[in-house]
T-cell receptor, first 116, second 115 residues
Framework: AQSVTQLGSHVSVSEGALVLLRCNYS??????LFWYVQYPNQGLQLLLK??????LVKGINGFEAEFKKSETSFHLTKPSAHMSDAAEYFC??????????????FGQGTILTVHP | DAMVIQNPRYQVTQFGKPVTLSCSQT?????MYWYQQKSSQAPKLLFH???????NEADTPDNFQSRRPNTSFCFLDIRSPGLGDAAMYLC??????????????FGPGTRLTVL
């Protein structure tokens, strides 16, 4: 079974400050890991994904995440927050074997607020 | 642009009145998924189609059904909507080879209101 825990349901930062959104996962097999962003009343947009290649993954809009197997973590960072980054962020895990056909298990989400 | 389209974006129905939500895709992906996302919660997978093979999640209520008449279209039918079914319904697609699937692409969602 796989699971995802996002630490902090709400994170607030100032514009220009570092963004750090935390994600820990549990998986019985090597996972694929994803970060999605959701703006109000919209679908989910993929920010970045880890699929067993480089452990530091760069995504869109200046975001990146580092896969740390020893810590079972996949935290999302951005050096300098922009007002347009305000949204809800979901971490998700997908197993790479079995009958899951890429079934995603999502964390509970983190709402990012950016203050001027 | 290749994309996932959901219609309508907003749907209002009455308690107990059947409703159908539509999803279409131009990505030619072989897997299509339906998720339910209630307010302030994570998306929850209801079921998915791998080609024509239907895969229901164990805890998806019988009230929810799905049809996939061809590769491009997938429908979500709610036979007797209850107040608890009010949510955002998200359609997603992916390309799978064997048992390994690529990333999922999501549509904009349909927000269902039940009166």
């Amino acid at each position: 079974a796989q699971s995802v825990t996002q630490l902090g349901s709400h994170v607030s930062v100032s514009e220009g400050a570092l963004v750090l959104l935390r994600c820990n996962y549990s998986s019985s097999v090597p996972p694929y890991l994803f970060w999605y962003v959701q703006y109000p009343n919209q679908g989910l947009q993929l920010l970045l994904k880890y699929t067993s290649a480089a452990t530091l993954v760069k995504g869109i809009n200046g975001f990146e995440a580092e896969f740390k197997k020893s810590e079972t973590s996949f935290h999302l960072t951005k050096p300098s927050a922009h007002m347009s980054d305000a949204a809800e962020y979901f971490c998700a895990v997908s197993e790479t074997s079995g009958t899951s056909y890429g079934k995603l298990t999502f964390g509970q989400g983190t709402i990012l607020t950016v203050h001027p | 642009d290749a994309m996932v389209i959901q219609n309508p974006r907003y749907q209002v129905t009455q308690f107990g009145k059947p409703v159908t939500l539509s999803c279409s895709q131009t990505l030619n992906h072989n897997v299509m998924y339906w998720y339910q996302q209630k307010s302030s919660q994570a998306p929850k997978l209801l079921f998915h189609y791998y080609d024509k093979d239907f895969n229901n999640e164990a805890d998806t209520p019988d009230n929810f059904q799905s049809r996939r008449p061809n590769t491009s279209f997938c429908f979500l039918d709610i036979r007797s909507p209850g107040l608890g079914d009010a949510a955002m319904y998200l359609c997603a697609t992916s390309r799978a080879t064997g048992r390994v699937s690529g990333e999922q692409f999501f549509g904009p969602g349909t927000r269902l209101t039940v009166l």
